[in-house]
Each structure stands twice: as C-alpha cells, then as structure tokens.
C-alpha cells in the first residue's frame, strides 16, 4: 500500500518560511520522480517543483529562487524549503510520486496571511 505523508504546513507572514516534507513508504522510493503540487481555492491544482530520481530539478516560475526542492532516499522524503513566502502561496500543496503511476498524498494547508 502506498503512502505519501505530507507535513510542515501552517500558517506563516508573508516574507517568512516553512519547509514540508513527505515520508513515502510502499514504493522503491529512489526509483520515483517525486513532486510537489499546490491547489488555491477556485484554481486548478499547479506545479510546483519536482526532482527526478537522478536529482533533477524543475520549478514553476512562480517560485523560483524562492523554493527549493530535495530528496534524501534514505529517509525516503522529499521536501520542500520555501522562503520569502507571498500571500498568493496560500494553498494546499500536495506531494505527488511518479514513476509509471502516480500517486498522492492527502495534502498540508500552507496560509500566507499577516
């Protein structure tokens, strides 16, 4: 049974930071491209960032240079550092693991709001 477990989401001002992280278990962890998605109320669900099992990383416009994504294949985690954060952040940011299925987790508020 797979599992994608996300973490780290609040409430936080615009200009702070949080980190999220995704324990997965059920899959070969190291195999997968792991990614991170985010949904705002009355939007469709975007990309964020993903990495590739190799390392490879690719961001949203949005947020580079803000965020960053990375993987530790023995904690089999991805995480996501945001810094310097924006109102328009606010969202449920998802994890997502693909390798030829794709898999998601339940989904970590995240409130950017003074």
């Known amino acids: 049974q797979v599992q994608l477990v996300e973490s780290g989401g609040g409430l936080v001002q615009p200009g702070g930071s949080l980190r999220l992280s995704c324990a997965a278990s059920?899959?070969?962890?190291?195999?997968?491209?792991m990614g991170w998605y985010r949904q705002a109320p009355g939007k469709q669900r975007e990309l964020v960032a993903t990495?590739?099992?190799?390392?490879?990383?690719n961001y949203a416009d949005s947020v580079k240079g803000r965020f960053t994504i990375s993987r530790d294949n023995a904690k089999n985690t991805v995480y996501l550092q945001m810094n310097s954060l924006k109102p328009e952040d606010t969202a449920v940011y998802y994890c997502?693991?693909?390798?030829?299925?794709?898999?998601w987790g339940q989904g970590t508020q995240v409130t950017v709001s003074s």
């Open positions: 997502n693991a693909h390798r030829i299925f794709a898999y």
């Open positions: 059920g899959i070969l962890f190291s195999t997968y491209s």
């Open positions: 990495i590739t099992n190799s390392g490879n990383t």
